[in-house]
């Protein structure tokens, strides 16, 4: 029989899990759509233009994550004043950023083009799918502080719901655009912008009818001195803290690269693992969020341990049944993802490492939702720090010695050290 706490968790982790499933299919529809226009071009500018937005709003993933901190703790103080206040104060930077983005869109277009390389043919496409997606940045980075708002407030389906509405809008609309009116990329572009302003609009909406907003909050208490300090001192926190991130995963892919196109096949094919284990992980980070949050606004604290050792519970359990299915059926999941033999057999040699990876990471993403509810992002951003220079070292160490074998092990000392750094410094500081 599952207890209060199970449920709590369970009811929150498993709207977010679906959600960050079906979040990439706004991508992958796409590419489904251009994939039958009958030229390759198509394609390769959709994947482009689809990096570029992907680097460029994992840079504001801190909008989700620090709005979702604050408003835990909000929602556990009963403070209505201030749950609205941090959605104003989100939605405002929401929009700064945004209009900075579209200010700078030819800049920044110019430049991720040049480092990506693209073909001829492909930069005309790409830069075309680019210029009409940036008019969608407003609602995407709306959408984030929306996310964080409603988990904050212990409520993962709104943004489960919503995110279903978006992928069906970019359907129904990309399909009516291109196969009816015959617009190609412009129609997929478009379609997909139609769904992230649909996204937001529903956020919007649902946060004026099933709450009543406070209209009184005026700027004085969303900007205040105390307030606004604080929330850029942990959105920074999480800023740097994806830098590392992201350096850390283009080196995993460079280094794949230089290697030679088989290890970097080889490679992309045995990360979606860790994709795919990232998805339900995230879900119960997000189900830590906010119920921490709330308990360090309630200033319960038996509550906190009591959540802390269940989410861990739970991340032990995923970890173990992620390890037995990847051990028990590795080779028929490959198969699913790539029809060539050669990707398949040479993956083999580096499959083991797949295998133990959710053991080893689930800690990392446990103490990250924690840490978020908490809003403990100087803990996450030093263990970030220690990690990144153990996967740097580690790497430089091992893989003169080991090749692929020793990126991995480098990957996965800079999982395992996220875990252990975080446990540590929840033990002696708190």
């Given at each position: 029989m599952?207890?209060r706490?199970d449920r709590?968790?369970l009811?929150?982790?498993?709207p977010s899990?679906?959600?960050?499933?079906?979040?990439p299919?706004l991508?992958?529809?796409d590419?489904?759509?251009v994939?039958?226009?009958?030229?390759a071009?198509y394609?390769?500018a959709?994947?482009?233009g689809g990096?570029?937005?992907?680097?460029?709003?994992?840079?504001?993933g801190f909008?989700r994550m620090?709005?979702s901190?604050?408003?835990a703790?909000a929602n556990?103080a009963?403070?209505?004043?201030?749950?609205?206040?941090?959605l104003?104060?989100g939605?405002?930077?929401?929009l700064?950023?945004?209009?900075?983005?579209?200010a700078?869109?030819?800049?920044i277009a110019?430049?991720?083009?040049s480092?990506?390389?693209?073909?001829?043919d492909v930069?005309?496409?790409?830069?075309?799918?680019?210029?009409i997606?940036i008019?969608?940045?407003?609602?995407?980075?709306?959408t984030y502080?929306?996310s964080?708002?409603f988990?904050?407030r212990?409520?993962?389906?709104t943004?489960?719901?919503?995110s279903?509405?978006?992928?069906?809008?970019?359907?129904a609309v990309?399909?009516m655009?291109?196969?009816?009116?015959?617009?190609?990329i412009?129609g997929v572009a478009?379609?997909?912008?139609?769904?992230?302003?649909t996204?937001?609009l529903?956020?919007?909406?649902c946060?004026?009818l099933?709450?009543r907003?406070?209209?009184a909050?005026g700027w004085r208490?969303?900007?205040r001195?105390g307030a606004i300090?604080?929330?850029?001192?942990v959105?920074?926190?999480?800023f740097l803290?994806?830098?590392?991130l992201i350096?850390?995963?283009?080196?995993?892919?460079?280094?794949g690269?230089?290697q030679?196109t088989?290890i970097?096949?080889?490679n992309?094919l045995?990360?979606?693992f860790?994709?795919?284990?990232?998805?339900f992980m995230d879900?119960?980070a997000y189900?830590?969020e906010?119920?921490?949050g709330?308990m360090?606004?309630?200033?319960d604290?038996?509550?906190?341990?009591?959540?802390?050792?269940t989410l861990?519970k739970?991340?032990?359990?995923?970890?173990?049944?992620f390890?037995l299915?990847?051990?028990a059926?590795g080779t028929t999941?490959?198969?699913?993802?790539?029809?060539s033999?050669d990707?398949?057999?040479?993956?083999?040699?580096y499959?083991h490492w797949?295998?133990i990876?959710p053991?080893?990471s689930?800690a990392a993403f446990?103490?990250?939702?924690?840490?978020?509810g908490?809003t403990?992002?100087g803990?996450?951003l030093?263990s970030m720090l220690?990690?990144t220079?153990?996967?740097?070292?580690?790497y430089?160490l091992?893989?003169?010695?080991m090749?692929?074998?020793?990126l991995w092990?480098a990957?996965?000392?800079?999982?395992?050290?996220?875990?252990?750094m975080?446990t540590?410094l929840?033990?002696t500081?708190l």
């Amino acid at each position: 029989m599952f207890k209060r706490s199970d449920r709590e968790i369970l009811a929150l982790a498993i709207p977010s899990i679906i959600t960050n499933i079906t979040t990439p299919l706004l991508s992958l529809m796409d590419v489904v759509i251009v994939g039958h226009m009958g030229d390759a071009s198509y394609i390769a500018a959709i994947a482009v233009g689809g990096t570029m937005f992907n680097m460029l709003y994992w840079l504001f993933g801190f909008l989700r994550m620090g709005t979702s901190g604050f408003t835990a703790q909000a929602n556990g103080a009963r403070d209505d004043m201030a749950l609205w206040a941090i959605l104003y104060r989100g939605a405002f930077i929401s929009l700064v950023a945004s209009a900075v983005l579209i200010a700078f869109s030819s800049v920044i277009a110019g430049v991720s083009l040049s480092l990506m390389d693209a073909g001829a043919d492909v930069k005309p496409l790409a830069a075309q799918y680019f210029n009409i997606l940036i008019w969608g940045s407003p609602a995407v980075l709306l959408t984030y502080a929306f996310s964080g708002w409603f988990l904050g407030r212990k409520d993962s389906r709104t943004p489960m719901w919503i995110s279903l509405v978006i992928n069906l809008t970019n359907i129904a609309v990309s399909l009516m655009l291109v196969m009816g009116f015959g617009w190609k990329i412009t129609g997929v572009a478009t379609g997909t912008l139609v769904a992230q302003w649909t996204g937001a609009l529903c956020f919007i909406a649902c946060a004026c009818l099933r709450y009543r907003p406070v209209a009184a909050t005026g700027w004085r208490m969303i900007f205040r001195g105390g307030a606004i300090g604080r929330f850029f001192k942990v959105n920074i926190d999480i800023f740097l803290r994806t830098l590392c991130l992201i350096a850390v995963t283009v080196w995993f892919t460079r280094t794949g690269a230089r290697q030679d196109t088989l290890i970097l096949a080889v490679n992309t094919l045995l990360m979606q693992f860790f994709v795919m284990f990232s998805y339900f992980m995230d879900g119960f980070a997000y189900a830590g969020e906010s119920l921490c949050g709330n308990m360090i606004g309630a200033a319960d604290h038996d509550g906190l341990r009591r959540s802390i050792r269940t989410l861990f519970k739970w991340g032990a359990l995923t970890a173990i049944l992620f390890t037995l299915v990847y051990a028990a059926g590795g080779t028929t999941v490959m198969n699913l993802l790539t029809d060539s033999g050669d990707v398949v057999k040479a993956s083999g040699e580096y499959y083991h490492w797949v295998v133990i990876l959710p053991l080893v990471s689930f800690a990392a993403f446990t103490w990250d939702g924690i840490c978020i509810g908490m809003t403990a992002t100087g803990w996450m951003l030093l263990s970030m720090l220690t990690a990144t220079a153990v996967y740097f070292g580690v790497y430089l160490l091992c893989f003169p010695l080991m090749g692929n074998h020793g990126l991995w092990i480098a990957f996965l000392s800079y999982l395992a050290i996220r875990g252990v750094m975080l446990t540590i410094l929840y033990k002696t500081r708190l």
